[in-house]
């Protein structure tokens, strides 16, 4: 955009030099033959042909003299038949009347033509007029050049400049790039990364300050997990001496002291709720830490839906839920059989808590391509829409009292997310309040094809 007004503005000025030049030169001229001519113009008319051939006039020239009725007493163009007649001209005119003029007219036939007359004195009389009119043809040929000259400097100047520039974002913005790209891609999982660190600039520094940052989060997630590790290891222990203790007073109980055995089934259910909350903790320590791997094998997804249907068919009749398989093929996939059953048995478990009695359960299974899709759908509760992003958080309940009384940890869901992802799955909800919930999984069958893309990267 400079550059084109720039190139504008250097063609405006180049015209108008070169007009204002052409201008006082065609006046000079004039003025030269006006004064060569002044004392023949009267008498011996004859020889201001020879003298103007003398005069070395330029090619695009056309000089006319006139005498001061106007009358053409010579004219350079050879072929004009103005000679001897009076030429009303607008210059002459005005030079007759002792002004002097330059004016450009626009012709068709040969473009701008630069016409002027000057006034030709004997003794301050006016005894005629010099008309000199020029093509501008070679001004604008010359202008013509200067254009292209400048539209070509233009492109070179653009084409450096994109080259420039490129050259330049490549090596000042990629590293930011890298970086941002770094950084909005740290998570959990990719803690144990760091950036490649080379040069001493100011971005390095960044990368730098980030990786120890990164170094340190590292340190506090991994003291973090061994707390809650070594927490949930030492409230095991005391935890079975408490159940054993309160199922041995429950054993002993008598008609005379039945109220303790109802405080003693109170306190049995926290505790196996407490031993429910310290298994699931532990779990999720253990894949935390990365040191749980899976122990895939070609596994029929068909039985194990089936399986954790005949396992929670009891709590199913006891509220009146309808529960069924949906299948149309047999699907074998490579997974870790017990934790997906326990992914299956989690998201069954709660289709069937959160259906009020008389309510329909489905579990869904499709082949799409090289993926298997589980769905566990319900009619029940749903899950409002501003809690569906964070059911998979630990300890996220919706309603917590009801969920506690159902003796529910509000872990079962992080697990089954942390279980699916270990199987380089992913899980997805969709949930309407009051109409039910569809948990979706979408599964890789094949878990080593996916290994060895991850090396590769
Ligand atoms: N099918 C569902 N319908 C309605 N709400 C659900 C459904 N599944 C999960 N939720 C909601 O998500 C919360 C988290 O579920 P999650 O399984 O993690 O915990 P929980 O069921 O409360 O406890 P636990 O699984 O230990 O018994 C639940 O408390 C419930 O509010
Ligand atoms: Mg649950």
Request: with cysteine; hydrophobic share 40%; glycine share 6%.
């Amino acid at each position: 955009m400079t550059l084109l007004f720039l190139s504008t503005y250097i063609l405006a000025a180049i015209n108008q030099y070169l007009y204002n030049q052409q201008r006082v030169e065609l006046l000079a001229n004039a003025n030269v033959v006006a004064n060569v001519v002044s004392e023949y113009i009267e008498e011996d008319r004859g020889i201001i042909g020879w003298l103007i051939s003398q005069l070395n006039v330029a090619e695009n020239t056309r000089v006319i003299i006139t005498n001061k009725h106007a009358e053409v007493i010579y004219d350079s163009n050879s072929y004009s038949d103005v000679q001897g007649k009076v030429l009303m001209k607008e210059e002459i005119t005005s030079a007759l009347l002792g002004n002097d003029t330059v004016s450009t007219t626009k012709t068709d036939e040969i473009g701008n033509v630069l016409e002027g007359a000057v006034t030709v004195l004997s003794d301050s009389e006016i005894i005629g007029a010099v008309y000199i009119s020029q093509t501008m043809q070679e001004t604008e040929d010359f202008l013509e050049n200067i254009r292209w000259i400048l539209v070509v400097i233009s492109i070179v100047v653009c084409l450096l400049i994109s080259v420039l520039s490129w050259v330049m974002a490549d090596i000042i913005i990629s590293p930011i790039e890298t970086l941002t790209q770094f950084v909005s891609s740290f998570n959990s999982s990719t803690m144990n990364k760091r950036i490649k660190v080379t040069g001493r600039d100011e971005i390095s520094e960044l990368a730098n300050a980030f990786n120890n940052m990164a170094d340190r989060l590292e340190e506090m997630e991994e003291k973090r997990r061994q707390f809650v590790s070594n927490a949930s290891h030492e409230l095991k222990t005391p935890l079975s001496s408490i159940k054993l203790l309160s199922e041995s007073i429950l054993s002993v109980q008598t008609e005379e002291n039945s109220y303790i055995g109802e405080f003693m089934t109170d306190i049995n259910g926290e505790v196996d709720r407490l031993a429910k909350i310290v298994d699931r903790l532990l779990t999720l320590t253990k894949m935390d830490a990365g040191t749980d791997v899976l122990d895939t094998k070609l596994t029929c997804i068909n039985e194990l839906l089936e399986r954790v249907s005949r396992s929670l068919k009891p709590q199913a009749d006891r509220k009146n839920i309808a529960m069924a398989v949906i299948d149309t093929e047999q699907v074998y996939a490579e997974v870790d059989a017990q934790k997906m059953w326990q992914v299956i048995y989690n998201l069954t478990d709660n289709a069937i808590k959160y259906t009020p009695a008389g309510g329909v359960v489905k579990l869904t299974l499709k082949k799409e391509g090289e993926f298997c899709r589980i769905e566990i759908s319900d009619n029940g509760i749903g899950i409002p829409e501003s809690d569906v992003d964070r059911v998979f958080d630990r300890f996220y309940r919706v309603d917590k009292a009801r969920s506690r009384e159902s003796g529910g940890t509000g872990l079962g869901l992080s697990i089954v997310k942390d279980v699916v992802e270990l199987h380089k799955g992913k899980i997805l909800v969709d949930s309407k309040e009051g109409a039910g919930s569809t948990f979706i999984i979408i599964l890789p069958l094949r878990q080593h094809a996916d290994k060895e893309e991850t090396n590769n990267e």
